[in-house]
């Protein structure tokens, strides 16, 4: 193996160099971009994981900020009257009318939090999980990739 520099990212790879007319050649081809450290095939995988699983989490958060912030308004629909029947509660002996009387009062606001606060929140849950998702994942892959790579003693291309 070489102690080369790793290559910079986004160092794509070109399957031509080690796919079309190989024979009697050697495993790292002139001109391909290969990866021999474990911090470099982490590195590798970070910024990949970050490019395309954390703008997932930011459009989900993007939307639920909005759907927090502004909900969307009520419907106010025709009743259907079509052929249907007309529901009636069954009684039960175990309730006592005490049970049946409903609060009066509307739920109390949160004095402490406002809406834009906790959709704030929200949209930087998304983020921060996005984001831990992504470094957790790029370890695992990364490190189980680089060490199957070690043991079959092959040239790990990016």
Not at 50 to 76: D, E, H, K, M, Q
């Amino acid at each position: 193996m070489s102690t080369s520099r790793a290559p910079n990212w986004p160092s794509l790879y070109n399957p031509g160099l080690e796919i079309l007319h190989i024979e009697h050649r050697n495993a790292t081809q002139a001109g391909g971009a290969y990866l021999y450290h474990a911090r470099d095939v982490f590195r590798f995988t970070l910024f990949w994981t970050l490019a395309l699983y954390t703008p997932v989490f930011i459009i989900c958060g993007t939307y639920a900020f909005w759907n927090l912030n502004f909900p969307p308004s009520p419907r106010f629909d025709q009743p259907y009257h079509g052929a249907s029947y007309q529901l009636y509660p069954i009684p039960s002996p175990l309730k006592t009318p005490e049970m049946h009387r409903r609060s009066s009062k509307l739920p109390k606001e949160n004095e402490r939090r406002s809406r834009l606060a906790f959709a704030l929140l929200v949209f930087l849950t998304f983020m921060a999980l996005g984001v831990a998702g992504a470094v957790v994942g790029s370890a695992v892959l990364g490190f189980s990739v680089f060490g199957l790579y070690k043991a079959a003693n092959f040239n790990m291309s990016t």
